[in-house]
């Protein structure tokens, strides 16, 4: 049996079919493991005025967090953290008595917080805060990007008054595979600030 042209034609046309049939071997997109996240319940936390604390202000923060002094830091009363070991989370809270050095403590916290960030940050977005009724004053800051931290904040009563907080994640940045955790932290500092009273 001879092969003609056309019959040659034609099966080289359905070899060629065959072979291009074939799955091509696509990599899959890194994926993240799915994080559970509590339901939101907050307590009160009252502060310590008259004690060797010596943090005169009140607040509510979320019952899967924990309070916790870092004895390291006693000599230098004020320093103390809001801790969420299941999500290796830490909100590092700092106290201060305002004297006449209410723009260096701004000044400080912006440099330490917000400016040795900026290398790493894709934005730095900043939203004030105001509450003249609670004499509140403050600002937000939002940073995106792979930064060591993520949500910052100053408040004060620009007389007495100075508490600042930043949350920091035990873990290498990564802003895509923390960014359901932080949108759900960033909702519970938010609640810390407004329910912030100076004693």
């Not at 004499?135 to 931290?149: K, S, V």
Request: include cysteine; aromatic fraction near 14%; proline fraction near 6%.
């Amino acid at each position: 049996m001879t092969i003609t042209g056309k019959q040659t034609a034609y099966i080289t046309f359905f070899l060629c079919a065959l072979c291009s049939c074939r799955e091509v071997a696509v990599p899959k997109p890194r994926g993240y493991f799915r994080i559970d996240l509590p339901a939101r319940e907050y307590r009160l936390y009252e502060g310590d005025s008259s004690g060797p604390l010596n943090i005169p202000v009140s607040f509510e923060y979320p019952v899967y967090g924990q309070i916790s002094f870092e004895p390291e830091n006693s000599a230098e009363p004020g320093w103390f953290n809001i801790e969420f070991p299941q999500y290796n989370a830490k909100l590092y809270l700092t106290y201060k008595r305002v004297g006449n050095d209410l723009s260096d403590l701004i000044e400080q916290t912006y440099q330490m917080n917000v400016r040795n960030h900026i290398i790493k940050a894709d934005a730095i977005s900043e939203q004030v805060i105001t509450d003249r009724d609670k004499g509140i004053y403050g600002i937000l800051y939002d940073l995106r990007g792979n930064t060591a931290t993520s949500v910052q904040f100053y408040l004060t009563d620009s007389a007495r008054h100075f508490l600042r907080g930043s949350l920091y994640f035990d873990a290498e940045p990564n802003a895509d595979s923390l960014a359901p955790i932080t949108g759900f932290f960033r909702q519970d500092i938010i609640h810390l600030i407004e329910t912030v009273e100076w004693k």
